[in-house]
């Protein structure tokens, strides 16, 4: 059962340009919404979160815009670099700390 | 701060043999999560320990996986006997308790293992 739909699988970027990656979800109860970032033979790492009573939040070339009402959020990368490259992984908080996570986006920066 | 270790970081099985992972959390860390990564997904959770009891393990095949927290500190993950399709990376990830406000879960490096 996948309680939290990530979409493209894939994704390649010009160095300078924007990336952004999007997230659905059905269940209402969650009520945490982080991006997590993993590179190869690492774990995953929060990179940004957001609560469902804010449409939006940034942190230096990361933004997350969250519509409650669609349920669904997205991950903008402004002036991607090719050390952006990685896999991006949104997940949402359930209750008692249950994280779920979307089926990830690899992301590629070219130079 | 020391982050979240796992050992080993390797390991080749073969098919109906058992196999042990090993995770020491961040240190004061009361929550404790073991997921499963196959190549290409999302982690899966597998069972959630909150201090030394089981908080969340419905995702766990139990049949054939195992874990404990006996102390509240370090947790073993052990499968028996392992199938072709538990090949993936094992994270252990901790995180801090708090009622009121969501905590980031700390990711160790993970166990990937690979049953032949």
């Known amino acids: 059962q996948q309680q939290v739909k990530q979409s493209p699988q894939s994704l390649i970027v010009q160095k300078g340009g924007i990336s952004i990656i999007n997230c659905a979800y059905e269940n209402t109860a969650f009520d945490y919404f982080p991006w997590y970032q993993q590179f190869p033979g690492k774990g995953p790492a929060l990179l940004i979160a957001i609560r469902p009573d804010v449409s939006e939040k940034k942190e230096g070339r990361f933004t997350i815009s969250f519509n409650k009402s669609a349920k669904q959020f997205s991950l903008h990368i402004m002036d991607s670099q090719p050390g952006d490259s990685a896999t991006y992984f949104c997940a949402a908080f359930q209750g008692a700390q249950k994280l779920v996570f979307g089926q990830g986006t690899r992301l590629t920066i070219n130079p | 701060e020391a982050g979240v270790a796992q050992s080993p970081r390797y390991k080749i099985i073969e098919k109906r043999q058992s196999v042990a992972f090993w995770c020491n959390p961040i240190s004061g860390h009361a929550t404790l999560y073991w997921y499963q990564q196959i190549l290409g997904q999302g982690p899966k959770l597998l069972i959630q320990?909150?201090?030394?009891?089981?908080?969340?393990d419905s995702q766990l095949p139990k049949d054939r996986f195992s874990a404990e927290r006996l102390k509240g500190v370090d947790s073993t993950l052990k499968i028996q006997p392992a199938k072709l399709e538990d090949s993936a990376v094992y994270l252990c990830?901790?995180?801090?308790?708090?009622?009121?406000?969501?905590?980031?879960?700390?990711f160790g490096q993970g166990t990937r293992l690979t049953v032949v």
């Open positions: 990830a901790s995180s801090l308790v708090s009622t009121a406000v969501n905590t980031e879960a700390f």
């Open positions: 320990f909150q201090n030394n009891g089981v908080v969340d």
